[in-house]
Nanobody
Framework: QVQLVESGGGLAQAGGSVRLSCAAS????????MGWFRQAPGKEREFVATIRWSGGRQYYAEFVKGRFTFSIDEAKNTVYLQMNSLKPEDTAVYYC????????????WGQGTQVTVSS
């Protein structure tokens, strides 16, 4: 059974930092890519970043480039999203997701963690 469990959300001030974690289990990690998405109130869910377990190749949405960093701890089966220089518009529920490298869609999702950035 695949499980993705996020943690690390909370309240931060503009310009501050938050690190999100996503602990994954039940996956054949080398065959998957991991992603972070977010959904702000009244808005659709949007892509933030993705990383492959094997090789660590990363892609970021333009609005987070240079501020957010996606990383892997293979020993802990955990991925992290380090979010720096936070802006109030980064306020959202952040979701961790997993997809097969060869597949078109994300198959598994975590429960989400709230990040609130105050100005």
């Amino acid at each position: 059974q695949v499980q993705l469990v996020e943690s690390g959300g909370g309240l931060a001030q503009a310009g501050g930092s938050v690190r999100l974690s996503c602990a994954a289990s039940g996956l054949t990690f080398s065959s998957y890519a991991m992603g972070w998405f977010r959904q702000a109130p009244g808005k659709e869910r949007e892509f933030v970043a993705t990383i492959r377990w094997s090789g660590g190749r990363q892609y970021y949405a333009e609005f987070v480039k240079g501020r957010f960093t996606f990383s892997i701890d293979e020993a802990k089966n955990t991925v992290y999203l380090q979010m720096n220089s936070l802006k109030p518009e980064d306020t959202a529920v952040y979701y961790c997701a997993a997809k097969r490298v060869t597949g078109p869609t994300y198959d598994y999702w975590g429960q989400g963690t709230q990040v609130t950035v105050s100005s």
